[in-house]
């Protein structure tokens, strides 16, 4: 045995340790496990496993006493248990060596999971928050060496769970048949090309046809947008690359999605190597916070969830929908839930990607499911009708007596603010199926009373006319301000002293001194207020300006004064 196995034997006397992950599964049937157990891979010298089931207190245990260099642990994803989302994305140093910048890559890839994991956030403006906003939810782990660019994205703190890893993998391949998609379908200056519509659901073949153009994407297709935020053609042509035998293929490894799949844990190594799986400095997940090594180790965890009241998406036939069962605050769910999976739900291919097991497969009732897949005619890309989907789809199937589903949906012509969903019968297509008790309904789901809800609307226009008020208070006191300021500059003008001297002194070389009287006017004017020359209601009569010179005798000669009144 290992040292990591010998080390399980003296701290856990009576767990069980097979040569196969199924032995294990049987031999656990007949104990009571908990549901957040974690499956363990116990990597050995000749590269075979072996496996046993710790809790996470543990594993916590085990981490302690074991030195990095001996853990070679991974977790074992069975098929029917929840997992969050998970990316392993690497390739080889030396076969792409014109890739300068390896941090284009995998932000991009970051960017992309967390576009379509999240709901839409307009107060979200910059890169910079943007960014801010994907490191808080994602933890990166990096294993990287001077042969190999190597990261582990984990969805640390999930907005949404995947109720299987069979559903989570093709969730991932529809995301990659979306990106090279959007490379294929866009036009520019430098880039114009037509794939047969055949070859669209095949990623390697689209992968093949993109191979010729790769550095072109990468040099000259960087102002070409996507509907990603932040995310350009360019960027997602980082994510092609060559692999050993010079074959270009992705970046992101879709093998690890697949059945009974194995996960390098945090600050794990392979067996032979000294590389841990750490923290990247590149990517610093949520770095406002300190976490200790236990709490990152929870977090690294695909199949380990201290709150299961998150929604799960799952695959119902051939398009997915989203579990509110475990949901108690329905607003919430709007707020975070997928609305970009209508998207997603564009780019599966049933013949494409392989079909989930039996076992990922359940039973859920209407009225906890968001029926996205019978939306037939609506556009979802306009935003505004992605912001309110999921709110009126939770009304229409909380009715228990029919499944109601979102028909058509069409803006106001006069009102644009208005939009106007059409609701229909999934027994009868296309006809209009009357809400019962929509108040009650509205009240249920916002947990507020109908009064409350027309109060707080009153509050909101009186705020608003308060606020309005206060702005104009403020312009009026501006322009006031801004006359007083101008009237008194006017008055500094207009009180300037106007010096004229007509007799100057003779420049003569005499050196007798003479004393010449010379004159010079002194012109002052008084400024009148404007409201005194008004003939109104006031007692005082007009006034009449007058103008009388007054001469002044100085040392050096006469002034003449003239004032003005």
Same mark, same amino acid.
């Given at each position: 045995?290992?040292?990591?196995?010998?080390?399980?034997?003296?701290?856990?006397?009576?767990?069980?340790?097979?040569?196969?992950?199924?032995?294990?599964?049987?031999?656990?049937?007949?104990?009571?496990?908990?549901?957040?157990?974690?499956?363990?891979?116990?990597?050995?010298?000749?590269?075979?496993?072996?496996?046993?089931?710790?809790?996470?207190?543990?594993?916590?245990?085990?981490?302690?006493?074991?030195?990095?260099?001996?853990?070679?642990?991974?977790?074992?994803?069975?098929?029917?248990? =929840?997992?969050?989302?998970?990316?392993?994305?690497?390739?080889?140093?030396?076969?792409?060596?014109?890739?300068? !910048?390896?941090?284009?890559?995998?932000?991009?890839?970051?960017?992309?999971?967390?576009?379509?994991?999240?709901?839409?956030?307009? +107060?979200?403006?910059?890169? /910079?928050?943007?960014?801010?906003?994907?490191?808080?939810?994602?933890?990166?782990?990096?294993?990287?060496?001077?042969?190999?660019?190597?990261?582990?994205?984990?969805? *640390?703190?999930?907005?949404?769970?995947?109720?299987?890893?069979?559903?989570?993998?093709?969730?991932?391949? *529809?995301?990659?048949?979306?990106?090279?998609?959007?490379?294929?379908?866009?036009?520019? *200056?430098?880039?114009?090309?037509?794939?047969?519509?055949?070859?669209?659901?095949?990623?390697?073949?689209?992968?093949?046809?993109?191979? =010729?153009?790769?550095?072109?994407?990468?040099?000259?297709?960087?102002?070409?947008?996507?509907?990603?935020?932040?995310?350009?053609?360019?960027?997602?042509?980082?994510?092609?690359?060559?692999?050993?035998? !010079? /074959?270009?293929?992705? #970046?992101?490894?879709? !093998?690890?999605?697949? !059945?009974?799949?194995?996960?390098?844990?945090?600050?794990?190594?392979?067996?032979?190597?000294?590389?841990?799986?750490?923290?990247?400095?590149?990517? =610093?997940?949520?770095?406002?916070? /300190?976490?200790?090594?236990?709490?990152?180790?929870?977090?690294?965890?695909?199949?380990?969830?201290?709150?299961?009241?998150?929604?799960?998406?799952?695959?119902?036939?051939?398009?997915?929908?989203?579990?509110?069962?475990?949901?108690?605050?329905?607003? #919430?769910?709007?707020?975070?839930?997928?609305?970009?999976?209508?998207?997603?739900?564009?780019?599966?291919? =049933?013949?494409t990607f392989s079909k989930p097991s039996t076992n990922a497969s359940k039973s859920h009732t209407p009225q906890n499911l968001i029926h996205l897949n019978k939306i037939n005619h609506l556009n979802s890309s306009v935003k505004d009708i992605q912001l309110f989907l999921n709110f009126v789809e939770n009304i229409v199937t909380s009715e228990p007596s029919y499944q109601g589903y979102v028909h058509t949906c069409v803006r106001g012509i006069y009102n644009k603010d208005l939009l106007f969903f059409n609701i229909a019968e999934h027994e009868k297509r296309g006809c209009l199926v009357p809400l019962h008790n929509v108040n009650d309904q509205i009240k249920s789901i916002f947990g507020i009373s109908m009064s409350s809800g027309e109060r707080l609307k009153k509050e909101t226009r009186k705020q608003k006319r308060e606020i309005i008020e206060k702005q104009n208070e403020?312009?009026?006191?501006?322009?006031?301000?801004?006359?007083?300021?101008?009237?008194?500059?006017?008055?500094?003008?207009? #009180?300037?002293?106007?010096?004229?001297?007509?007799?100057?002194?003779?420049?003569?070389?005499?050196?007798?001194?003479?004393?010449?009287?010379?004159?010079? +006017?002194?012109?002052?004017?008084?400024?009148?207020?404007?409201?005194?020359?008004?003939?109104?209601?006031?007692?005082?009569?007009?006034?009449?300006?007058?103008?009388?010179?007054?001469?002044?005798?100085?040392?050096?000669?006469?002034?003449?004064?003239?004032?003005?009144?």
């Open positions: 045995m290992t040292s990591v196995q010998n080390l399980i034997k003296r701290l856990f006397p009576h767990k069980i340790i097979t040569h196969r992950l199924s032995d294990l599964h049987n031999q656990l049937l007949q104990q009571n496990i908990d549901k957040n157990d974690i499956f363990l891979s116990i990597e050995k010298e000749n590269k075979s496993r072996q496996f046993c089931c710790l809790s996470i207190e543990e594993l916590l245990r085990l981490f302690e006493c074991c030195p990095t260099t001996e853990r070679t642990l991974y977790e074992s994803i069975s098929i029917n248990k =929840p997992v969050r989302t998970y990316i392993d994305f690497e390739y080889l140093i030396d076969k792409n060596l014109n890739i300068q !910048n390896h941090y284009i890559g995998p932000m991009c890839c970051l960017k992309v999971l967390y576009y379509f994991l999240n709901a839409p956030d307009d +107060t979200i403006n910059t890169v /910079e928050s943007y960014i801010e906003n994907i490191l808080k939810q994602f933890l990166v782990l990096e294993a990287s060496t001077t042969e190999k660019i190597s990261y582990h994205f984990i969805n *640390a703190n999930p907005s949404i769970l995947f109720e299987s890893i069979s559903s989570l993998g093709i969730f991932i391949k *529809a995301i990659i048949r979306f990106l090279l998609l959007a490379i294929v379908q866009h036009k520019c *200056a430098m880039f114009n090309m037509d794939i047969p519509i055949e070859q669209f659901n095949n990623a390697s073949n689209l992968t093949n046809q993109l191979v =010729p153009f790769i550095h072109t994407l990468r040099n000259h297709c960087r102002q070409c947008n996507t509907s990603i935020p932040y995310v350009s053609i360019a960027d997602i042509a980082y994510l092609l690359v060559q692999n050993r035998g !010079n /074959e270009w293929t992705l #970046a992101i490894d879709t !093998n690890v999605h697949s !059945n009974n799949q194995q996960f390098r844990l945090f600050n794990c190594v392979k067996y032979g190597k000294n590389n841990p799986l750490v923290p990247s400095t590149t990517f =610093p997940f949520h770095y406002q916070l /300190e976490y200790s090594s236990h709490n990152l180790l929870k977090k690294s965890l695909i199949t380990y969830m201290e709150d299961d009241h998150i929604p799960k998406v799952y695959l119902n036939g051939d398009k997915f929908d989203i579990n509110l069962s475990s949901i108690s605050n329905r607003i #919430a769910t709007f707020s975070y839930n997928l609305i970009n999976i209508n998207l997603i739900n564009q780019h599966i291919k =049933p013949l403020l312009i009026h006191l501006q322009k006031k301000l801004n006359q007083e300021q101008q009237e008194k500059e006017d008055a500094v003008i207009q #009180a300037t002293v106007r010096i004229q001297n007509p007799y100057p002194r003779s420049s003569s070389s005499s050196s007798s001194s003479v004393t010449t009287p010379f004159n010079f +006017t002194l012109t002052i004017f008084v400024l009148i207020d404007e409201s005194l020359r008004k003939c109104d209601h006031s007692s005082h009569p007009p006034v009449t300006l007058k103008t009388k010179k007054v001469l002044v005798q100085t040392k050096e000669g006469f002034v003449h004064l003239k004032m003005v009144w």
